[in-house]
Each structure stands twice: as C-alpha cells, then as structure tokens.
C-alpha cells in the first residue's frame, strides 16, 4: 500500500523567465517545496530531461519526450513502482502532505483510475492529482496521435473529481497557486 510521488520539471519556463523548478521562494527551491509535500510517498523522483543536483531523489528523463507535460506523465506512470502515483507540477508550492494523503484516501475508493480536484466550471487540476498505471495505455495512445491535452485522459478513463470547494475547505485557497510567472507568487 502507499503511493510513489513524481514531479514533473521538464519544462522550458518560457513565461517564468528561468527555470522555475530551482527558483529559490521563501528559503528554497520550488522543486523541493514540492517534493516535501509529497514526502508521506512510498518513493518520489523527478521527471526531467535535465539533471537536477541536490534534492536526494532519482530524475528519470521522459521516455516518450515532445509531448509537454504528458511526456512527463507518461515517464512518471512508467518508473513508478507503486500503482497509484502523484503527480505534480514543479511550481505548486503550497501542496501539503495532508493533501496527498486525502487525496490517497479517495483513490482507495476509487472505481476510476484518476482522483482529480476540479472548480465549479470545470477547470481540472490535472498535475497535482493521483493517477493509477492503468491510465498508461491512454497516455501513451494519446501521445503517439499527438492529442497532448491532459484532461482527456480523466475524460476518457472515468475520474473521481474532487470538488474544488472541499479541497480549498481544508487545505486553504492558494492550495493550487502556481508559479508560471514570477509575479504569480505570493
Ligand atoms: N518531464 C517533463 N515535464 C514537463 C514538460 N513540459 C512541461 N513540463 C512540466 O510540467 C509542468 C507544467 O508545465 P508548465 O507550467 O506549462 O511549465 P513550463 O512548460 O515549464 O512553462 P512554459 O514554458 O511557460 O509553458 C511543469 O512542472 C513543467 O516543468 C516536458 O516536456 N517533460
């Protein structure tokens, strides 16, 4: 039982300016911001075609690179070794233990192979959510016909969709603040 944890750090920052993922805020990294929410995992890693030094976990490049961050997911459900994997962007820095454990707690529940928050008008917040194995042959599918967009794959497999309003309840508005400039952050 238990869940691996992956982030994805692969990206070109092209609207952060630099990359984001070892961008210091408040005291350190983003990239290990994240990777301390995920630290109630089994095991967690990077997913990056570039090294990243210094945060004591194995980075994994993509396997089937081109495809944005459905390349990162795509290596992330490969090397991991449990079947139930969270999946986070690098600049989430107020994602939480408490969050991935609740939201392990659904998965454990769930008939379908995503557990996913979602907002009230259907905005899906696909890189800090669970994801089963089983959604590999979907990913991989939707990569080789180039259809990168990630909410198909909760679309198309099922998901349990995690109201926004019960997430922000307990683990507070900016839960999913991210960073894609800098002036995003707080
Ligand atoms: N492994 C991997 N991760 C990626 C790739 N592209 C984006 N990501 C990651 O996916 C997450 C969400 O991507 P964005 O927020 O759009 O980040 P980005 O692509 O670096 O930013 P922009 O260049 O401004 O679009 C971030 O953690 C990125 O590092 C990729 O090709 N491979």
């Not at 090397?79 to 969270?86: E, G, K, M, S």
């Not at 089983?134 to 497999?157: K, S």
Request: glycine letters at 10%; a negative charge.
């Amino acid at each position: 039982m238990g869940y691996s944890g992956a982030v994805l750090a692969g990206g070109a920052s092209k609207r952060f300016g630099e990359d984001k993922a070892l961008f210091p805020y408040r005291g350190k990294p983003l990239l290990q911001w994240v990777l301390e929410s995920l630290q109630g995992a089994k095991e967690r890693f990077v997913v990056a075609n570039r090294p990243y030094e210094g945060f004591g976990v194995p980075v994994y490049p993509d396997l089937l690179p081109g495809a944005d961050s459905l390349s990162g997911l795509h290596s992330a459900l490969s090397h991991a070794r449990h079947p139930w994997v969270a999946v986070a962007a690098c600049d989430l820095p107020f994602l939480s233990r408490d969050y991935w454990d609740f939201l392990y707690e659904k998965a454990l529940a769930s008939p379908y192979p995503v557990v996913v928050a979602y907002s009230g008008e259907g905005h899906l917040e696909p890189l800090a959510a669970l994801y089963h194995k089983d959604c590999l042959p979907q990913v991989e599918g939707q990569i080789r016909a180039g259809d990168f967009l990630l909410r198909r794959i909760p679309e198309t497999l099922g998901a349990t969709y995690v109201p926004f309003a019960e997430v922000s309840a307990r683990f507070g508005e900016r839960v999913f603040l991210n960073a894609n400039r800098k002036e995003e952050l707080p």
